[in-house]
């Protein structure tokens, strides 16, 4: 019997976790993070008014200072690699050889990789050389990345 009673508990514990929202939403009146229009980390008091919504719905919105300033640092990283790769758009069209990063994680390091198709959500360099150049001048900004995206 006492088997059965864990058993029942067990699934009841499963249960109240799989109604937890998947991302966190501050209650009417609570305080959350955000990044404003200049680049600043702000907070403001949720009242789930278009503002919040948009916020939220946009992924700019966070529990702690802590998180709002990691997504800010990984946006800047983000840019960063934009930049350098002098905001490339590969055409979907033709079968250019293109290059992006990717995070070796038998060996442990960054490389850069070639390829004839295109991820909607990479960002590409048109030559190896610029690809490499961001790997050799910006560790930081691709550890920022590799640890947000937890790769």
């Known amino acids: ?7 029942e508990k ?13 991302r966190w939403r501050a209650e009417i009146g609570g305080k959350y993070w955000f990044i ?21 719905k946009h992924l700019n919105y966070f ?8 997504y ?23 079968y250019d050889k293109i290059f992006y990063i990717n995070y070796n994680r038998e060996d442990k390091n960054f490389e850069s990789r070639n390829n004839y198709e295109a991820s909607l959500t990479k960002i590409y ?3 190896e050389k610029k690809a490499q150049y961001f790997i050799d ?4 900004e691709l ?4 640890n947000y995206e937890s790769v």
């Open 137 to 140: 001048d910006h560790k930081k």
């Open 36 to 56: 404003d229009e200049a680049g600043n980390v702000d907070f403001n008091m949720e009242e789930n008014d278009e503002i919040d919504n948009y916020r939220f």
């Open 125 to 127: 360099f048109d030559t």
């Open 72 to 94: 800010k640092e990984y946006l800047k990283a983000i840019d960063k690699m934009r930049e350098c790769a002098e905001y490339f758009k590969p055409n979907f069209n033709i």
């Open 143 to 146: 550890e920022i990345i590799r």
């Open 1 to 7: 019997m006492q088997t059965k009673q864990k058993l």
């Open 63 to 70: 529990e702690t200072r802590e998180e709002a300033e990691q």
């Open 10 to 22: 067990e699934i009841q514990e499963v249960k109240k976790e799989m109604e937890k929202p998947k």
